[in-house]
């Protein structure tokens, strides 16, 4: 698969998730109020030595939220054991973290202070839960294959995360093998969807996880999971090959003692659009 890419890369048990611990600013004062909250870090946003280097841990922020409602100063207040963990959530959530501001006694917007908790969780060898989720991915090339931005879009999959969009050094990672020049400026659309014993989980349409591009590229393993979670055989046909070939598939998911024989579908599809 010439311009495939293998999407167990990215699959990675956990994510950054950003959880809300408190807030509070002076006395007799309504405190700031988050917006989108869920937005400020995401699952791209773990940065790619830390994840190299396994690190995880939960990170404690104090922000400074000036009259307007703007982020003017971050301090760790708890560290997570990571200085490149601790950086990265002090740079996105200045970046993107916006308030309605507090108020004081008369109504009047003031300054205030807030504090966020943000937790870390790096892949480890823990197995992956055996659940079905689809997720899509979205690069906008540029002139000989450059990206020029970079979305993902996932549905469901408990446990599971995708980190298709972290970059080093200015480049995405997750593509530096793919002949992205042979397409031109356009949108390019991947897209994974898993099956278990029968249960999929369509693309979110509410989130984008969507494309209505017919797949020029489409490719299918079959998975069959023991007991102990290990997958003993794996089935592929791909709409660039003749037939079905055996193929490999080094992930482990959590056993289930008495379920002996799991089955599983993973759908890889590539869709282009060229720009106009």
């Not at 999407?7 to 109020?33: E, H, I, K, S």
């Not at 003017?72 to 997570?80: H, K, L, N, P, R």
């Not at 591009?213 to 003749?242: H, N």
Request: glycine letters at 10%.
């Amino acid at each position: 698969m010439g311009q495939g890419m293998d999407m167990r890369r990215f699959l990675r048990m956990g994510a950054a998730v950003a959880t809300l611990c408190w807030g509070g600013g002076v006395l007799a004062q309504t405190d700031p109020v988050p917006i989108d909250p869920a937005s400020w870090v995401t699952h791209d946003d773990f940065p790619i030595d830390a994840l190299k280097a396994n690190e995880s841990g939960v990170v404690v922020l104090s922000m400074d939220v000036d009259a307007k409602g703007a982020i003017t100063g971050c301090t760790i207040t708890q560290s997570s054991g990571s200085a490149s963990l601790d950086a990265t959530s002090c740079r996105v959530i200045r970046e993107r973290g916006r308030f309605t501001p507090a108020t004081d006694a008369k109504g009047h917007s003031v300054a205030s202070t807030f504090q966020r908790r943000i937790r870390w969780s790096s892949p480890t060898a823990e197995a992956s839960p055996l659940s079905p989720f689809a997720v899509v991915i979205h690069l906008k090339l540029g002139e000989k294959g450059t990206i020029l931005d970079c979305k993902t879009r996932e549905s469901g999959g408990k446990g599971e995360s995708v980190h298709a969009c972290l970059q080093e050094d200015g480049k995405y990672t997750g593509f530096v093998t793919m002949d992205l020049a042979s397409f031109g400026p356009g949108m390019l659309t991947i897209s994974n969807v898993f099956e278990v014993d029968g249960i999929g989980l369509a693309p979110n349409l509410a989130t984008g996880a969507a494309s209505d591009i017919p797949p020029y590229f489409s490719q299918t393993d079959r998975l069959t999971v023991d007991a102990t979670g290990k997958v003993v055989a794996c089935q592929r046909r791909s709409s660039r090959g003749a037939g079905i070939a055996a193929c490999s598939y080094p992930v482990t998911y959590e056993p289930k003692p008495d379920q002996p024989a799991r089955h599983a579908t993973m759908t890889y599809s590539m869709a282009f659009q060229p720009a106009k």
